[in-house]
């Protein structure tokens, strides 16, 4: 039976969180592969599941006719799942025919999935064998991508759990370093460590890292900030290695970006002109860029399913910098520490809700007939049938929308579903 239980407000002035428990519809966490791969490019992901695991990867991912693909699935068939076959000695064999012949593997991660972990194979233990067997040749590490009770985004959270116990621990002597957690484009990822540099904070960090050489130390003088909000295991292996979370909202728009920045500024006590000077240029930028967008944008009513947890810091970003309005912000899970900094800035009006059941959830959303629907690839067409405009919740992890030279792009996605939408109505 569903539950459904009111809270106080998350944060002053914050609107009052309602949870609810019940069907959900979210993507799975293999689907984080598709952007960390690209990211650690000397890494490969092994995933030990399905055919439907293999499926899903792939057409995540599109064909890749560039480069060796750096993902691939080892299907576990009917001999394994009657325990007929020993897993680990395949598992053993597939992974030293792979590092075989590919030489430019140097991090190998096992990937859980629903059948592996409903069968009950140890990945952990695997891969502390595999990787004994393998380094230095390359480490193996594991974490889990189930789709049981995991939704898409806390694939890369795993992923970046698992690596925090193999990062180097930083010198006893070491002055405080700031190190940037989530993956973002190296795009994006290259603008932020200039800025970084221009304020003063000298070699910014980022993990996940390009190159497993090129792990980031840490330790009790790390100070990181996140870039994404569903880091939330990754946040707790950081902290239990001793580094300190700089509190901030996420770095989504002109004002997200600038708060962001300004929380490492703050913590290593840039002074306040100089922070000016250095973030002045890419907010301006940020902000013309954003005008174009805020007449089509602006008074529009915008509701949010639960999927990728970017809802709440989109929401803030969406009403507070092109004026929409926000009529329902759900997420999966209200990581209420790491959003605490977002909430304070969230309209009063919009209704916040935590895992709200999907079938309550497309009621109340048939009844509201927002502008803009933002929800998970399942529930766009039906609701687009209905006449209901959507933008697909995963786009916003494929595309690079942090920082200032993102934040038009980021109003983009929005504004174009609107626009095909008054193109079709001409
Ligand atoms: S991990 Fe689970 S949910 Fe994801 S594709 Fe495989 S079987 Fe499906």
């Known amino acids: 039976m569903n539950q459904t239980v009111s809270l ?61 693909p750096r993902f691939a699935t080892a299907i576990l068939d009917q001999r394994d799942l009657a325990g007929i076959a020993d897993i680990n000695d395949e598992l053993d064999r597939v992974v030293s025919r792979l590092l075989e012949r590919r030489p430019d593997i140097k991090l190998l991660f096992l990937v ?37 009770e995991k939704t898409f985004t ?149 509701f949010f399913f639960p999927d990728s947890q970017l809802e709440i810091p989109l929401a803030r970003f969406l009403a507070r910098e092109v004026g929409m309005r926000p009529i329902e912000v759900a997420t999966p899970y209200l990581h209420r520490q790491l959003l605490e900094e977002e909430l304070a800035l969230l309209p009063s009006e919009a209704r916040l809700f935590e895992g709200p059941d999907v079938d309550r959830q497309l009621d109340r959303c048939r009844a509201a007939r927002p502008d803009l629907t933002v929800c998970g690839l399942g529930l766009a067409n039906p609701l687009e049938a209905e006449g209901l405009p959507t933008k697909w919740s995963i786009e916003l992890l494929f595309t690079p929308i942090q920082g200032y030279d993102q934040a038009g792009d980021l109003a983009e996605l929005f504004a174009r579903p609107l626009a095909r939408r008054s193109r079709l109505e001409v």
Not at 36 to 58: E, M, N, Y
Not at 120 to 146: C, F, M, N, T, W
Not at 209 to 235: C, D, H, I, K
């Open 8 to 68: 106080r407000p998350p944060a002053p002035g914050a609107p009052p969180l309602v949870q609810e428990r019940g069907q959900r519809e979210v993507f799975c966490g293999l689907t984080g592969i598709v952007w960390l791969h690209r990211k650690i490019q000397d890494a490969f992901f092994l995933v030990v599941g399905s055919r439907t695991c293999a499926h899903l990867i792939q057409s995540a991912a599109g064909v890749m006719i560039f480069a060796e």
């Open 112 to 148: 859980a999935s629903c059948p592996s972990e409903v069968i009950k194979i140890d990945l952990v233990r695997a891969a502390r064998r595999l990787s004994r067997q393998h380094e230095p040749r390359a480490r193996v590490l594991s974490y889990s991508g189930s789709g049981i």
């Open 154 to 302: 806390e694939g890369e959270d795993a992923c970046l759990a698992a690596l925090v116990p193999e990062l180097p621990a930083e010198a006893a002597t070491a002055a405080p370093s700031l190190l940037v957690v989530g993956a973002l484009a190296d795009i994006v990822e290259d603008q932020f460590a200039a800025i970084f540099a221009d304020i003063g904070i000298a070699d910014a960090r980022f993990l996940p890292m390009r190159r497993a050489s090129a792990m980031p130390a840490v330790g009790p003088n790390t100070r990181f900030l996140l870039a994404q909000p569903f880091l939330a295991e990754t946040a707790r292996a950081l902290e239990s290695r001793g580094a300190r979370r700089l509190a901030a909202p996420f770095p989504l728009g002109a004002e997200g970006t600038t708060l962001w920045l300004k929380a490492a500024a703050d913590a290593f006590g840039v002074p306040a002109s100089r922070f000016e000077t250095a973030v002045a240029p890419g907010r301006a930028r940020a902000q013309k860029s954003l005008t174009r967008h805020i007449e089509r944008l602006s008074g529009k009513r915008i």
